[in-house]
């Protein structure tokens, strides 16, 4: 299984920005697929998630500004980021499971600038 994220880079504040993740080795379509971020110094934090049926869930924080979907054609999930804020900067990491095991990416760097 292998997860590699892309996308992220430097924006202003109330910009905005695609962060893609691409998942070989599993059966793409059948698996959730989250967002986590993690600052500088704090921890790791679920951003969003969707479900193998289309199903999202997003953290309050990112309510109506973030958007995440899917391309199973594509083994793709993508997090649309709009309106972002200097607290958005962070790492931005794409994980799944399959059978209990966790398998994540290496991480794409987000920073917000003020």
């Known amino acids: 299984v292998q997860v590699v994220e892309s996308g992220g880079g430097l924006v202003q504040a109330g910009g905005s920005l695609r962060v893609s993740c691409v998942a070989s080795?599993?059966?793409?379509?059948?698996?959730?697929m989250d967002w986590y971020r993690q600052a500088t110094g704090k921890q790791r934090e679920l951003v969003a998630q969707?479900?193998?049926?289309?199903?999202?869930a997003y953290a309050d924080s990112v309510k109506g500004r973030f958007m995440i979907s899917r391309d199973n054609a594509k083994n793709t999930v993508y997090l649309q980021m709009n309106s972002l804020k200097p607290e958005d900067t962070g790492v931005y990491y794409c994980?799944?499971?399959?059978?209990?095991?966790?398998?994540w990416g290496q991480g794409t760097q987000v920073t917000v600038s003020s």
């Open positions: 994980r799944t499971t399959v059978w209990g095991d966790e398998y």
């Open positions: 969707i479900s193998s049926d289309g199903t999202t």
């Open positions: 080795g599993i059966i793409f379509s059948t698996r959730r």
